[in-house]
């Protein structure tokens, strides 16, 4: 199980991804998330290198 926060990586957002397979799953997730919540429709290599930093395998 893996999961991740978005306040981890310095988001102000309450959004959380519990219970993902893998971290492939919870980066999809947060993708899709960054993109409608975010407007981040393509996140830079800074932000891809983070996000997989706080997620939690
Ligand atoms: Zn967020």
Known sequence: MASFKCA?????CG????????AGEVMAIAAAHAKS?????????DLVAKL???IKA
């Open 15 to 22: 959004f959380e991804v519990k219970g993902a397979k893998d």
């Open 8 to 12: 981890d990586i310095g988001m102000a």
């Open 37 to 45: 919540s975010h407007g981040i429709s393509s996140p830079p290599p």
């Open 52 to 54: 997989q930093k706080a």
